[in-house]
């Protein structure tokens, strides 16, 4: 299957620095790629979809001005948490998926973020 | 109401065991249906899709109802390896752009 990568796999910052997270499409053109927020016991949240060369479009409750979304090639989209708080410490997963909505969406291997 | 809501789990069988996971939907307009697992610490994988007619991989078997928008999986013969949280998910290709909505998992622990 198609390979998506991240970048760091784990990252601790303090409080009230930002935290850069990249995600990689490897072998495939991303079209649109996802970024979710997975909480401890707690199932993945869509934070925001980011389509190549447009602006990403947010989740209800998720802040556009803390959470930057930029999905300027194929095959790159970043995720940076602007002013890191301890309750943004969890685990960040990106996928990505080609140019059809019915295909199948590959999933990074994660960001576990720790803000102290 | 949650989308997609599952049993609460954890779940906690024996080797060899069978086990069923079930899953119901809110969005009627849901169109694709997927079963995911997720270990510790790691991704979501790709189990196996869900159709109308029901699908079996192996030791796994999933069923879908339109009708009622319950999906279920059920693993026979489970393994130690089986352990680890299953998540339901579902997708609309009309009126939410393709995104997959998760459920909120059933952990699964086999044990010896």
């Known amino acids: 299957g198609a390979v998506v990568s991240q970048h760091p796999s784990r990252v601790i910052c303090k409080s009230g620095t930002s935290v850069k997270i990249e995600c990689r499409s490897l072998?495939?053109?991303?079209?649109?790629m996802f970024w979710y927020r997975q909480f401890p016991k707690q199932s993945l949240m869509l934070m925001a979809t980011?389509?190549?060369?447009?602006?990403?479009?947010?989740e209800q409750g998720v802040e556009k001005d803390k959470f930057l979304i930029n999905h300027a090639s194929l095959t790159l989209s970043t995720l940076t948490v602007t002013s890191a708080h301890p309750e943004d410490s969890s685990f960040y997963i990106c996928?990505?998926?080609?140019?059809?909505?019915?295909?199948?969406?590959?999933f990074g291997p994660g960001t576990r973020l720790t803000v102290t | 109401r949650k989308e997609v809501e599952q049993d609460p789990g954890p779940f906690n069988v024996p080797e060899g065991a069978t086990v069923a996971f079930n899953c119901t939907y809110s969005?009627?307009?849901?169109?694709?249906f997927f079963w995911y697992r997720q270990d510790c610490r790691k991704e979501p994988k790709l189990l196996m899709s869900?159709?109308?007619s029901g699908n079996e991989d192996g030791r796994f078997t999933a069923q879908l109802n339109r009708a009622s928008q319950y999906i279920s999986l059920l693993i026979r013969d489970s393994k130690l390896s089986d352990s680890a949280t299953y998540l339901c998910?579902?997708?609309?290709?009309?009126?939410?752009?393709?995104?997959?909505?998760f459920g909120q998992g059933t952990e699964l622990s086999v044990k010896p």
């Open positions: 996928s990505a998926r080609g140019e059809r909505a019915a295909t199948e969406q590959y």
């Open positions: 072998d495939f053109q991303a079209t649109t």
């Open positions: 980011s389509n190549e060369g447009s602006k990403a479009t947010y």
């Open positions: 969005n009627s307009a849901s169109q694709s």
């Open positions: 869900v159709y109308s």
């Open positions: 998910v579902v997708r609309s290709l009309y009126n939410q752009g393709g995104k997959l909505i």
